[in-house]
């Protein structure tokens, strides 16, 4: 059954960073509600979700997935880009360590930021130009060279992080919507959507997408594909730049 790995939002969410969008407010109180059904809809899924201690004093600690990277067997612990984020790490560590994983870490000078991190297969595609500097891409490429994987590095200017641009469907094509993707050449596979937000989709298993309300035309596009979209709404944390992959880490081996 596949796991992942999810946090409780903090109290003071709406303290979180914003970087390429104007701040609007957050209501707070929606926000949990949205994060509850966001962990039912994997539990529908047929996911088990495993929780990392909230740390209350960490705004934006609910987008767990920045905390590390999974591949195979091990875990990278991430060296976050913001310094107010680093704190989040420990406790992410802890968790999926006790789900047996061997753990690594991102070490000064590097930074990485779980959401730069695309993974197609054996290609992990690493965004670099915001949170990850190249000497946390470089640190992740030794870490997982031993495991197969094929490190690219690519630029991220114009969004947070890579995969608040790009994602993958599940035979492989990037999706991005193509205004906010600085270089779709560098993807062997890709394809545009017409909304900021289709470019986000969660592989929930048996073609189903899992994929935030706010982006019906790329859910059309996608069904007619032959894929099954699954909506949640996630409009308090789009407020901070998050999408559906940066609210939970996935463990699947």
Request: aromatic share 6%; hydrophobic share 45%.
């Amino acid at each position: 059954m596949p796991t992942a790995l999810i946090r409780r939002p903090s109290s003071r969410l709406a303290e979180g960073l914003v970087t390429h969008i104007e701040r609007t407010p957050v209501e707070v109180e929606l926000a949990f509600a949205q994060w509850q059904q966001y962990v039912d809809t994997l539990h529908g899924a047929g996911w088990t979700t495993v929780e990392v201690p909230p740390i209350e004093e960490c705004p934006d600690s609910v987008f767990v997935e920045d905390t590390m990277v999974v591949y195979g067997g091990l875990a990278v612990i991430a060296r976050a880009g913001a310094n107010e984020r680093r704190p989040e790490a420990a406790a992410a560590e802890e968790t999926v360590a006790a789900q047996g994983y061997e753990v690594r870490h991102i070490a000064d000078p590097g930074t990485l930021d779980g959401g730069d991190v695309l993974k197609i297969g054996s290609t992990i595609y690493v965004g670099q130009g915001g949170r990850t500097n190249a000497a946390g891409i470089e640190q992740l490429r030794e870490a997982f060279a031993p495991l197969g994987a094929d490190v690219r590095a690519v630029p991220v200017r114009k969004v947070l992080h890579l995969k608040s641009a790009v994602t993958a469907l599940p035979d492989g094509t990037v999706i991005g919507y193509e205004p906010l993707v600085d270089d779709p050449a560098a993807f062997e596979r890709f394809r545009p959507v017409p909304e900021e937000a289709g470019a986000h989709v969660v592989l929930l298993g048996e073609d189903r997408l899992l994929m935030a309300e706010s982006a019906p035309k790329s859910a059309k596009l996608f069904a007619e594909l032959g894929y099954v979209p699954v909506v949640v709404d996630i409009s308090e944390f789009e407020k901070l730049e998050g999408c559906v992959t940066c609210l939970s880490v996935r463990l699947r081996r």
